[in-house]
């Protein structure tokens, strides 16, 4: 479903992160693969551009969805007829992107929006004056099983493992619940009552689509999800990582499956990375292990009480967390039907 | 194809170049106002009822990005900026460092969006006192100011070419058409007019801050915030039902997605924005002016693709895109053409010197009770008392300053953890991951001791203004245009240090004096360290009413230009005791009305 932005909107989103002269690759802090021209274009990531949508009249029927606008610069090389395709079209259908102008002048950009249900993962690609391709601005590239590329986006409140295989995400889940309270006896019983108590129809209209309500809070999920866009410079951190934290707890600990060792094992660890001299730590394929330890703690600070579009505060636990323990009526700023707001509307 | 035509040109959007917009456009003259950054709608002014502000902490502090600006001595660290911060990788602001090394600063940036600093600011609005506009005057013959062995605090002082009573008029229009709440009574900058919609109620933090303040016998008024409580009428905003839901803690560094912040665009642009004499043209980026003799005649930008345009500006060129950046588009004009726009530009040799932020710094506490911070504006009480003459003159100072508490600061939860101990923009984050303690049960009773008990008071006073304080064009640092970046070069005097440590020292004593259970945490400035800027550039191209001395005459007017103004902070010589946006905006009328008259 094609939903109408003006050209300002688009070109609100394009300006500042596209328009400049020169061949500079200062955008490249470690995420590209030599060459890759997204490295002269500021935060790429951004493309498609993942909104929240509204249908004019109904808060409750719109929050379902995003507003996902796909974007082509044509400007050095200019196009007559660009469309998109990708999984979330019926049949595959192409949907053209229009020229967006300037006092009446084509800019050189396309773009469309279309309407997308949140919570998805999508693969596409554009044709170009009849040539497909993927997203020359998107770096999410994904190879489908027949080993092509296709560009790939998902919509907000993803809950679908993009990033990390199934241990690497249950490592990384023992050592967020060291770093956040949410594990402590009384603080788990909180959190499950938090999940147990959502009814089946708040689930689906704040969370419309299937996650795993876990005891992190979504932390990983964030995790998974910022790496796989916004800081994809991170992503080799978290795999060589995890990769040494395992092979250090099991030398440390043999026969044994680091992901049964108890909380000291975890607590041991990360005081020894706080301090950045680890015991058995490869300090040749990964320098600082405290290096790591403070990435991993911001990302945990922050997918435990960010906006849950992001991914992180599943089931918005965080923020109940801290209202069942403070005065923070978190719901009275944001939108319904998340909160309780029905001024603003997210 | 001949460049297109128009009578005035406005470069900035935001509280230097939008009041005089409304002057001139009110009066029937066409007028084309560009706007580097983009323009973000409120959800009613939105076709799909949405907005581009977010109440979404990470539209604050993005995504961590890396610096990649080769010769920086901070390659590599990581920075965070919100959605309408420039990108430092692409526009760099390069400060010189302690150290002597060169490092690229978020400090001093205003945000680059159609109502620029006055989307993002906290709205605190107040007034500069009477003295503050003649601080030559007033520190004439002295011989008792602290720390200034070499007499450079009266040198350089200047009353500026106007008196607060010229002025007063256009404060008063400012607070009507800008839109404020706030209580007159107590303040020490005397009004004509009130035009002040009722303050909410206070945050109940608030009311240590209001006993500190009593028992040391200092006046208190609620903080004039750029807020508005109540219908306005001149921006033909109207307000929730319930009053109190206005208060939110996504106020300071966040744009309004309903628009009652009262930024430029929603208050002046947006009302005048179907008339046909204005066009507002956002994610325009003016590259360089041209002359011809003792006029400007033609403003260069490029346009949302990047492609060059050129507008021919047959009246006046307005230049209004914040203190660093104005500068150095002057600057970037007169090295396109040195023996022209140049040799006009720098003829008093002042431009870029004697720039100017602000003395501030202030002291924290930790209260008793705990109270939903989520709940406020950006400040509740506000005291001039370290603003009157006989407070300066008892404790040799120069200048005053305003001190007033903050409310919204630490309020949300990753907010608290990202300026944990982080003294700036540079620094988000450093305090929270630099202490291991903070984990498992440590977090627990870190946000047990913090969250929602946290309170600051802070002052905004006067900082000496020095020759040697200048924005420069960088040797070899280019922006994504390939245009050399500002270079700021500061440091403050031994003078700052002084009133700073007073100044300090009396925010500390409204906090102990705060009562039972209040635990005083510290306090200090941003004395020593030379990137700190507030977000208030200002100077750098002050005007004055010998232009041998100044770079503007008393109206604005470059002076050797018949049609080249200069309307944001960077014409003033002193910096004033407050926060600046609201003299900015008056100022912005006043030239307005100057400049109508030549018209």
Not at chain 1, 117 to 125: D, F, P, R
Not at chain 1, 268 to 286: K, N, P, S
Not at chain 2, 561 to 570: R, S
Request: net charge negative.
């Amino acid at each position: 479903m094609v939903i109408e932005k003006d050209d300002q909107y688009v070109l609100n989103h394009c300006t500042r992160f596209l328009a400049r002269d020169g061949d500079e690759r200062r955008h490249d802090f470690g995420q590209y693969e030599p060459g890759d021209p997204r490295a002269k274009v500021c935060e790429a990531w951004r493309y498609p551009i993942v909104d929240s949508y509204y249908d004019g009249q109904s808060v409750d029927a719109s929050y379902p969805f995003n507003a996902v606008t796909f974007v082509y610069d044509g400007r050095a090389a200019p196009a007559q007829e660009v469309a998109v395709t990708g999984t979330f079209a019926e049949l595959h259908g192409q949907t053209p992107l229009r020229p967006v102008l300037f006092l009446g002048e084509a800019s050189g950009i396309h773009a469309v929006t279309i309407r997308v249900a949140k919570g998805q993962v999508h693969t596409y690609k554009l044709r170009v004056d009849g040539a497909w391709q993927v997203d020359p601005l998107n770096p999410q590239i994904t190879e489908l099983d027949n080993g092509r590329p296709w560009s790939r986006f998902f919509t907000e409140g993803c809950q679908i493992p993009l990033t990390f295989a199934r241990r690497e995400r249950e490592l990384l889940g023992r050592l967020v619940s060291h770093l956040l309270p949410f594990r402590l006896p009384e603080n788990e019983r909180f959190i499950r009552g938090v999940y147990e108590s959502l009814d089946r129809q708040s689930r689906e209209s704040q969370f419309p689509l299937a996650y795993k309500l876990d005891e992190d809070v979504g932390v990983v999920n964030y995790i998974d999800k910022v790496v796989a866009r916004a800081e994809r410079h991170h992503l080799d951190d978290y795999r060589i990582c995890l990769e040494l934290i395992d092979d250090v707890l099991r030398s440390r600990n043999p026969g044994r499956d680091p992901l049964t060792l108890p909380r000291d094992a975890f607590a041991d660890l990360y005081d020894e990375m706080a301090t950045d001299q680890v015991a058995g730590w490869d300090t040749g394929r990964y320098g600082s292990p405290r290096f790591f330890l403070l990435l991993l703690r911001r990302h945990a600070m922050t997918g435990a009480f960010v906006h849950p579009r992001h991914g992180g505060n599943s089931g918005t636990a965080g923020w109940a967390y801290l209202h069942d323990r403070y005065p923070f009526d978190w719901a009275a700023a944001m939108e319904a039907p998340l909160g309780r707001n029905t001024d603003y509307r997210g | 194809m001949a460049d297109e035509q128009r009578e005035i040109v406005i470069i900035g959007s935001g509280a230097g170049g939008a009041p005089l917009a409304q002057t001139l456009v009110d009066a029937g003259h066409d007028v084309v106002m560009l706007e580097k950054g983009p323009l973000l709608r409120t959800q009613q002014q939105s076709p799909d009822g949405l907005s581009d502000f977010k109440r979404d902490e990470l539209f604050a502090t993005g995504a961590e990005k890396r610096l990649t600006v080769p010769g920086m001595a901070n390659i590599g660290e990581a920075y965070f900026s919100s959605h309408v911060e420039p990108d430092l990788n692409d526009e760099p602001h390069v400060y010189r460092d302690t150290d002597g090394a060169d490092r690229a600063t978020i400090e001093g940036y205003t945000a680059q969006v159609v109502g620029g600093g006055t989307q993002l600011y906290g709205g605190v609005s107040l007034r500069f006192t009477p003295d503050d506009l003649r601080l030559q005057s007033f520190n004439a013959g002295r011989t008792d100011l602290r720390d200034d062995p070499n007499g450079e605090v009266e040198r350089e002082a200047r009353d500026w070419p106007v008196a607060y009573d010229e002025l007063e008029p256009f404060y008063s229009e400012a607070e009507r058409i800008v839109g404020l709440n706030g209580t007159r009574g107590n303040q020490e900058k005397p009004a004509s007019v009130d035009h002040y919609q009722p303050p909410l109620e206070p945050n109940p933090i608030s009311r240590f801050v209001a006993t500190g303040m009593d028992a040391l016998g200092m006046k208190r008024y609620r903080t004039p915030l750029a807020v508005i409580t109540r219908d306005h009428e001149p921006s033909g905003r109207t307000v929730p039902a319930d009053h109190e839901s206005i208060k939110t803690a996504f106020v300071n560094r966040y744009g309004d997605p309903l628009g009652l912040k009262s930024n430029t665009w929603i208050s002046i642009l947006a009302p005048m924005s179907a008339k046909a004499n204005f066009e507002l043209r956002a994610n325009c980026v003016v590259t360089h002016l041209e002359s011809e003799g003792d006029r400007v005649t033609k403003v260069h930008y490029r346009d949302p693709a990047g492609g060059r345009r050129v507008l021919a500006a047959t009246k006046a060129v307005v230049v209004a895109c914040s203190a660093i950046e104005s500068v150095r588009l002057l600057q970037l004009s007169g090295a396109a053409d040195p023996g022209g726009f140049g040799e006009r530009i720098q003829k008093s040799g002042r431009l870029g010197r004697y720039f100017l932020t602000h003395c501030f710094g202030g002291a924290s506490a930790v209260l008793p009770e705990r109270a939903d911070k989520s709940k406020t504006l950006d400040s509740d009480w506000a005291t001039d008392h370290c603003a009157r003459g006989e407070f300066v003159r008892a404790n040799g100072l120069w200048a005053g300053g305003a001190i007033y508490n903050n409310t919204s600061d630490a309020a949300l939860p990753i907010s608290l953890a990202r300026t944990w101990q982080a003294q700036d923009m540079d620094n988000i984050w450093k305090g929270y991951l630099g202490d291991p303690s903070i984990v498992g049960n440590g977090f627990e009773r870190y946000m047990d001791d913090n969250f929602g008990r946290r309170v600051s008071v802070s002052f905004m006073a006067n900082q000496v203004a020095q020759p040697d304080n200048r924005i420069e064009l960088h040797p070899t640092v280019r922006d994504k245009w390939g245009r050399p970046v500002a270079y700021v070069i500061k440091d403050w005097h031994s003078h700052d240090q002084a009133l700073m440590d007073i100044l300090a020292d009396q925010c500390g004593e409204i906090l102990r004096r705060g009562g039972e259970g209040v635990q005083f945490s510290g306090q200090g400035s941003v004395g020593g360290q030379v990137s700190r800027i507030a977000n208030h550039v200002l100077g750098g191209a002050r005007f004055g009413s010998d232009p041998k001395d100044s770079v503007l005459d008393p109206d604005c007017r470059a002076w050797e230009f018949q049609n080249l103004y200069v309307t944001d902070g960077a014409f003033m010589p002193t910096s004033g005791g407050a926060n600046p946006t609201l003299t900015i905006q008056a100022n912005s009328l006043r030239v307005g009305q100057a400049l109508l008259g030549r018209l």
